[in-house]
Structures are given as C-alpha cells and as structure tokens.
C-alpha cells in the first residue's frame, strides 16, 4: 500500500490501464460466464450497487424481488407447486451446489438417525467429468465422492452400473445438464429410471440433484421436449448459474429444491424482516444484491420467447462453428453443441505428430482468441479435446472469423517440417 494518497484520477487510470491487459472477454470462448448486458442493465447496475443483499430489512423490495425470481425459476423447471417452492440466490453456481449437496446430506441424516442407523460415511454419486465445485462439496463437507468414469461406451453418466455405486450411505447423484468438458446433457430420466430400479430391488431411495448450471437456463427454452427437470419425482434440487445463460454479469446463481420437505429445516436461518422473519440458507453472509435486481430485470425485459430467441441464436452460432471445424481434415468432432451451445472436437487420429491442439490453441491466441485445450477427465484422460463456449454476443460474424483463423493456423502447423519442441506439460484447465 502506498504511504499517501493519489488523486482519483491518477488511481483510476492506473487500475483502468492495467485492467487493459487482461484478455478481451468478447473472445474469450473458454468462459461461461456473461461479458454483456444492455445501457438499461447497466444503469441498474450502477443504481443499485450499493445493496447488501441480507439486508432484508433495509431492503424489503430486493429481497421481494429474489423471492419472485425463485418462484419464475421454480415454475420454468416445472415444480408441483411453484409458490410453494423453496430457493435461493447465491453468488454463484458454486454456492448453490454445496447447497444442495448439504441439503442431501442432512436429509440422509435425519433419516438414518431416526432410523438408529449409522451417519459416518456418506457418499455422493457422480461422473468423474463433474465441475470441480463437487470435488469442493466432497471435501470440505466430507462425503466421499463416488465417479463413475467416462468412456468411449459411456461418454456421459446414464445410470449403467449405477447399483455398483449405490449403497445405504448414499445421500444422492448429481445428473449435469450441460458438461463442463463438452455441453452434453446427462439422461436424467434414464439416471432416474436406474435409480427407481435400485429403490424397488433393494430399498434405497435416492435423490438426484441437477447440477444446471448452464442447462437449466437452455433446456426449457430450446428443448422444451426433454425431461429433466422436477417432472422427474427423483429431482430434489436444481442449480443454476445466474451469470452463465441466466444472462447476468458475474456474481449470481440460483438453487430450488422441490418443495418444502426437500430443504431439512434445521438448515435454514432466520433473519430479521420488516419486524418479521426471513428465512436464509446460504455460505456468504454479505454480498450484492445488484445481480439479483439485474436478473430480474432480464426476466421481464427477455421473457420466455426473449430467452429462448438469445439462447437458440448461441446454438446456430455453435452449430455453424461445429460444422465448420467437423468439416475440416485435422479434426473429429467430440460433440456437437446441440445441447448448450459448447462442443469439442480431438485432433483426428493419425492426423499428425508435429502438434497437438495446446498447439493449436496457442497460435490462436496470438490472434487474441481464447480456446482452451485439456485432457477429458477419467477414463478417457488420454483424449486432448479443444472446446469453444458459445455466448450471447458472439456473432455469426465473429464465428466465420474465427473459421477462418482456424483454417490458416492449422495450415501453417501442417506445414512444419517438423515436431514442435517441448518445454515441461501442460498446466491443467481448470473448468
Ligand atoms: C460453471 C459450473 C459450475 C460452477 O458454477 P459457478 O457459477 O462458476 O460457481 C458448476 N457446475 C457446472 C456444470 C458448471 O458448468
């Protein structure tokens, strides 16, 4: 910290010009979450920076508002009773999901208390390609986690096997709507179709909770046919990240579970309100309340067709990408971008042993794009995918730029004469 002080001016150029070296989120495709909003989002933004949001008291109408939001959310994921649905914002999906997972856990041991039955090893079923937040859950509440690898058989989770996994101590399995490593959607019906099976064989009745983090802002708008969501008994709790198709700037996410009985009372604080009470569960206790006015205004200003036009318009951009790239020589496609608009393709075999997509991704961003490659989680961690995240705001335009940036990169890699040297691995990606 320096001894004195600066004039506002001199400070504010100093971090503004700094900021400046930080990459253009515009073609950043590796993030999910939002880098746009409109004049009218901003000005609210500016408006209400200043809200706390548990400062339900202070602020009656914010924390009316978010209870609104809870309940359009509760009704869009088809809830018995959406009024009657219990939820929350959060800073972020992360929040959310140690929510939920808490949530299962403590339903478990109730149970199992009441049962006299045992509470010392709980376990959480999910596939090895889960968001790292889950990870986090596991261990900083320990439950041991239970992954169910990924294979070429089995590029998702799907329920085979699953009775292998299953046993008294499970508080849940998480389903994803839109993997992180290549915006596929788990079968959550067909999840929950295994796990009926499993209830009725050997009595052990397991919830699921849909980690949507990107899906359930996609699915109910562009895929109105798939069930996923609580029209699926088994579905306890859903997640959603605010700030990834939810549309807003970085800083919220949303949890509902299905009804009352699916949020362990003994969980949830009260705070005081208007001289009532309110309750809160959440992790944070102080954060903005901005994001979650800024939510709302994008419910009313988007609506279901507003959501659904800038949603379908992400997954044409991906589609046309998709095939573009699923054209091309050098590559085959690992998905699509049919599901949430993110896919990813591999390097196709035999192609070369010169590069390798870090290669690839690295001229790229000499050009200023950001695509990312990794390593597909276990057991497919010897597949190197490249992935590209389609957001509102990436045009058509800047998609053929891309193709054709694409095409002159890997041109110039197909025409060294040798490998490229080497230094040490990769550093890992983190989701
Ligand atoms: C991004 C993501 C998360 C974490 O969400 P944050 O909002 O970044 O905390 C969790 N699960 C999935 C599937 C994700 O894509």
Known sequence: MPDEQMAPETAYRLVHDEAMLDGNARLNLATFVGTWMD???????????????????????????????????????????????????????????????????????????????????????????????????????????????????????????????????????????????????????????????????????????????????????????????????????????????????????????????????????????????????????????AQVLLQYYLFLRLGFDGYREVQQCSLDVAAYLSEGIGEMEAFDLWSDGKDIPVFAWRLRDGHTANWTLYDLSDRLRMKGWLVPAYPLPDDLADVTVQRIVVRNGFSRDLASALLDDLRTEVAYLDSLDGPIPRAGGNAPFHH
């Open 39 to 289: 004049d009218h989002a901003n000005r609210l933004y500016i408006e209400s920076a200043d809200k706390n949001m548990i400062d339900k008291d202070e602020y009656p109408q914010t924390a009316e508002i978010e209870n609104r939001c809870v309940t359009m959310l509760a009704d869009l994921w088809h809830a018995p009773d959406p009024a009657r649905a219990i939820g929350t914002s959060t800073i972020g999906s992360s929040e959310a999901c140690m929510l939920g997972g808490l949530a299962l856990k403590r339903r478990w041991q109730t149970a199992r208390r009441a049962a006299g039955l045992s509470t010392e090893r709980p376990n959480l079923i999910m596939s090895s390609a889960v968001q790292v937040c889950w990870e986090k859950f596991c261990n900083y509440f320990e439950v041991e986690p239970r992954y169910v690898p990924v294979s070429d058989e089995h590029r998702l989770l799907d329920g085979h096997d699953l009775e292998k996994y299953v046993d008294e101590n499970t508080i849940g399995v998480v389903a994803i709507m839109g993997v992180t490593y290549t915006g596929s959607y788990e079968p959550v019906e067909q999840i929950a179709a295994a796990l009926d099976r499993i209830a009725d064989e050997r009595g052990h009745d397991v919830p699921i909770h849909v980690d949507g983090a990107s899906g359930a802002m996609v699915a109910p708008f562009c895929r109105p046919d798939l069930t996923w969501d609580f029209g699926i008994e088994r579905v306890a709790s859903i997640n959603t990240s605010g700030h990834k198709y939810g549309l807003v700037y970085p800083g919220v996410g949303w949890i509902v579970w299905r009804d009352v009985q699916a949020l362990p009372e003994d969980l949830v604080f009260r705070v005081s309100y208007l001289g009532g009470d309110m309750p809160t569960f959440a992790l944070n206790f102080s954060r903005p309340g």
